[in-house]
C-alpha cells in the first residue's frame, strides 16, 4: 500500500500485480485446441447473394468534360475524359453476417500447476532498500519528497505518520505566517505610493 501524507494513494499486491515469481499455473502441454473446434461467433449468410447490378466501377469518365480545343492527337496523344468517382459505386460486396449454428464459444486452454514455481512469503523484504527512485511526470516544479517510510510495521507507521502530521501542521503554519506578512508589506508599499499620489 502507498500512503501520501497518512492517507493511502494506492494499493495491489506484489503477487498478484507483478511478475516477481513463476505463474502458478501454465497452459496445459499434452492439451491443444480440437481441429474442428469453431470459434468464430458469427459467418456470411450462405444465403445471401450478390446483387447483379452490384458490380459497377469506382471511377468513371468525367461526363461533363470536352476535349479542348488546343488538343492535338498527334502531338498529344488520344484525349481521354478525367475519371471521377461513380456515384453508383457502393464499394466492395461482403455477404451479410449471422450467428454461426457451430460456434462452441472461446476455447480456454486447460491449466495445470507450474512445476516450476516457488512462492516466497518474503518477497518484499530487503536488509536494506540502498535507494528510493520516483518515475513522475508534472507540469508544476517545486514538489518535495520528504520522510519515505518503508515498513511492514504497523505501530511504526502509525508513530511516523503522527509526527509527520505534526511538523507539517508547523510548516503550514509557518507559511502562512510569511505569505500574511508579505501580503500586508505590500499592502503598505501600495497604500503609500498612493499617499505619495496624493
Known sequence: EVQIDGEKAEGGSLYDDWDFLAAKEINDPDVS???DWVDE????????TKPEDFDVPQHIADP?????????????GEWEAPQIDNPEYKGEWKAKRIDNPEYK??????QIANPEYED???????????????????????????SVLITDDEA???TQVAAFKVRAEGEAAAKKTAEDAETAAK?????????EKE
Open 33 to 35: 485446441k480440437p481441429t
Open 41 to 48: 461467433q458469427q459467418m456470411d449468410d450462405p444465403e445471401d
Open 64 to 76: 461533363e468534360a470536352t476535349k479542348p480545343e488546343d488538343w492535338d492527337d498527334e502531338m498529344d
Open 105 to 110: 464459444g472461446e476455447w480456454v486452454h486447460p
Open 120 to 146: 516466497d512469503s518474503e518477497l518484499y523484504a530487503y536488509d536494506s532498500f540502498g535507494a528510493i527512485g520516483f518515475d513522475l511526470w508534472q507540469v508544476k516544479s517545486g514538489t518535495i519528497f520528504d
Open 156 to 158: 511504526a507507521l502509525a
Open 187 to 195: 499592502e503598505a508599499e501600495e497604500a503609500l505610493k498612493a499617499a
